[in-house]
């Protein structure tokens, strides 16, 4: 069985940095993408970002440049690095992985952006 848990979210003020971390059990991490998605209150789930078996990456529109993921495969962990937080930022993160056996995702991680 596949089990992603993602940890670091937090309250945190304006402008600040928050580093999530998915970390990936029963699947051969460094073969698959990993995704990052949030869902805000009452707001549908959207894509953040992604990184595919080549470190690829993809990013929504809305964070580019101040978003970036990363993956280490010794480890099985991919990484969220998010600078100059806003807001509208604040979200439920999750991280979402799929292979043949189906698709998987963590609890998710409480992101909120409050001064």
């Known amino acids: 069985q596949v089990h992603l848990v993602e940890s670091g979210g937090g309250l945190v003020q304006p402008g600040v940095s928050l580093r999530l971390s998915c970390a990936v059990s029963g699947a051969n991490f460094r073969l698959h993408a990993v995704r990052w998605f949030r869902q805000a209150l009452g707001k549908q789930r959207e894509l953040v970002a992604s990184?595919?078996?080549?470190?690829?990456?993809d990013y929504a529109e809305s964070v580019k440049g101040r978003f970036t993921v990363s993956r280490d495969n010794v480890w099985n962990r991919t990484y969220l690095q998010m600078n100059n937080l806003k807001p509208e930022d604040t979200a439920v993160y999750y991280c979402n992985l799929r292979n043949a056996r189906g698709d998987f995702w963590g609890r998710g991680t409480q992101v909120t952006i409050s001064s």
């Open positions: 990184i595919d078996s080549s470190s690829v990456t």
